[in-house]
Structures are given as C-alpha cells and as structure tokens.
C-alpha cells in the first residue's frame, strides 16, 4: 500500500479518524441542537428569510422547507408552549431532510454537543481560520495509533509458532493493525461523510 499523509489531506479525515479509535458511537454533527443547522434554522425563525437553510438541503426540498418554515412562524406566534412546538416541528423537518440529501438516516435531535467532538474541533478550526493545530493533534493521534499496533503485531508475531493460541493472539494483532492502517487510508482518501457514521 502505498501513500503519504500529509497535514493538509488529514484534515478531511478528522471525524472518521478519530471514530476509529473511539468506541463510542459518533453523532452526526448536523442533528445536535448546537449544530451549524440548527444555529441557521433559529436564525429563519427569527428573521423570517428561509433563504440561508436551503443550502443544507436538495433542490427538490427546497418547497417542503419554506413550507415547513411558513408553518412554524403562523404557530409560534400563538403562544410560548406552541412556540417551542413549533420550533421543534421546524427543526426536525429540516434536519431529517438534509439527512436524506446526504443518505443518512434521521434518528431525532440529539442535545447539545460535545465541545471535544471531532465536529466541534472541526467548527473551531473554521472559527479561528486555521487548520494547523487541528492537523497536528490528528497527525499525532494517527502516528500513535499505528505505532500501538505495529508495537502488538510485532510482539505477537515472535510468539505465534508456540501454539495455536498464541498463533491466533498474532493474528488478531495483525488483523487490527492492517485494519487501523486501512482505514486511515480510507479517511484520508474521501471516504467519509454522514454514511460512515451509522
């Protein structure tokens, strides 16, 4: 296999890369309540102007938001608790079909992110107008991942003629290591996106 990781090309790769080594379930960015869609689906229903959220959805959506949006804003009005149904109603609507024009499920609002998440970090960089801290963290993350499982195969390698376990013990070590590298190159290729999250 051949390739190089550079700086620039990791910065593509942040939320797959480090769902490889976390084992917790990684949400999608788009559908926490603090999220760059909701941020701009607050704005519409306070300005009134859909005219921002249509980027985050396809063409052919474009009517089913504006509708969405006229409803919202003829509802709210009317009271605080039908305010915040109608808020709700706005915010799971477009969400769901900007999940759709990506090929993601919809699976609900999630709350308020994680300021440690990949996506926060990822917003972060684009607040600060700089990638270099950010590439940096990832590129060493990455080195010391890989440096992890080559220390494990390399190690269960000298062991693997004594027995069958122990030859199974290298196999998996192998396995994981060839796996970890697989998809640091898949990441850092362009597979990514809201698919390879679910």
């Known amino acids: 296999m051949n390739f190089t990781i550079s700086r620039v090309a990791l910065q593509g790769a942040v939320a797959a890369m480090l769902m490889l080594t976390n084992p917790l379930p990684a949400h ?3 559908d926490t309540l603090d999220g760059p869609v909701i941020a701009e689906a607050r ?4 300005t009134g102007d859909v005219t921002p959220l249509l980027k985050w ?13 006229d409803q919202a804003l003829q509802v709210r009005t009317l009271s605080d608790s039908a305010r915040e149904l109608a808020d709700r109603y706005f915010f799971e609507n477009l969400v769901r079909i900007h999940r759709a024009g990506e090929g993601a ?3 609900g609002l999630k709350p308020t992110g994680d300021s ?11 607040a600060e ?17 890989v440096r992890e499982r080559y220390t494990a195969v390399v190690a269960a390698k000298k062991l693997a003629g004594e027995s069958v376990e122990a030859g199974r013990a290298y196999v998996a070590a192998y396995v994981d290591y060839v796996h970890y590298i697989l998809g640091l190159h898949n990441a850092i290729e362009g597979a990514g996106g809201h698919e390879t999250q679910h």
């Open 28 to 30: 999608a960015h788009c």
């Open 43 to 46: 704005a519409a229903l306070e």
């Open 57 to 69: 959805v396809p063409v052919e959506d474009e009517g089913e938001i504006r509708a969405a949006l």
């Open 105 to 107: 499920p919809y699976t």
């Open 116 to 126: 440690h998440s990949p996506e926060s970090a990822a917003d972060l960089a684009l």
């Open 129 to 145: 107008g700089t990638i270099d801290g950010l590439a940096a963290r990832i590129a060493e993350h990455a080195t010391a991942g």
